[in-house]
Structure formats: C-alpha cells, structure tokens
C-alpha cells in the first residue's frame, strides 16, 4: 500500500505562486510515475505534469511555461512537488497527487484545494 498525502493548497491573487507538496509513505519502492491532477468545479478531472522514475518530465499546454513538478527521497518516503507561478483564476481547482506502479495499480491523495483570484 502506498499513502499519499497533499499540502501547500490554498488562496492566492493571480500572478502569485504556490508550491504543492505531496508526501508519499508505505511501500514506496513500487512507485513508478507521480504525478499530479487538477479537478475544478464541475469539470472532470484532468492531468497537469507527471515525473517518471528517471526523472523525466511532462506537462499539459497551458502550465507547462509556469509550473514546475520535481520528486525526491528521503529517509522516510518519497515526496512530490509542484511549484505553480504565473496562477491564473483559471487554474482554480482541487489538486491531487497520483501515484503508478510498476504493477498494476495506482493511489491517489486526497486533494488540496488552490484558489487563485482575479
């Protein structure tokens, strides 16, 4: 099992920054591809950026000159972070960590609200 947890949401003017982190605990040497996912009111969720296990990385169109996804390890797990600047009310919505195996199988955190005013 593999436990993902989120911070750093929350409210900011545009044109601000934010830095989400996501802490990953358990069986962390299962983790493949971390990623992160955004889900605003009454919109499905959608993919933001993903960083693979060798660190590559990849990001949807309209963050991919703002925002900035990096992984690392530590001691007691492994933690994601997406360091969002430029926000727009547009990017206004519920962020959520993911996590893929290198079997069949994916977690998911629980979410951290950003709020970006005009």
């Known amino acids: 099992q593999v436990q993902l947890v989120e911070s750093g949401g929350g409210l900011v003017q545009a044109g601000g920054s934010l830095r989400l982190s996501c802490a990953a605990s358990g069986n962390i040497a299962i983790i493949n591809t971390m990623g992160w996912y955004r889900q605003a009111p009454g919109e499905e969720r959608e993919w933001v950026a993903h960083v693979t296990r060798d660190g590559r990385t990849e990001y949807e169109d309209s963050v991919r000159d703002r925002f900035t996804v990096s992984r690392d390890n530590s001691k007691n797990g492994m933690n994601l972070y997406l360091q969002m600047s430029d926000l727009k009310p547009e990017d206004t919505a519920d962020y959520y960590c993911?996590?893929?195996?290198?079997?069949?199988?994916?977690?998911w955190g629980q979410g951290t609200q950003v709020t970006v005013s005009a």
């Open positions: 993911s996590a893929n195996f290198v079997v069949p199988g994916i977690s």
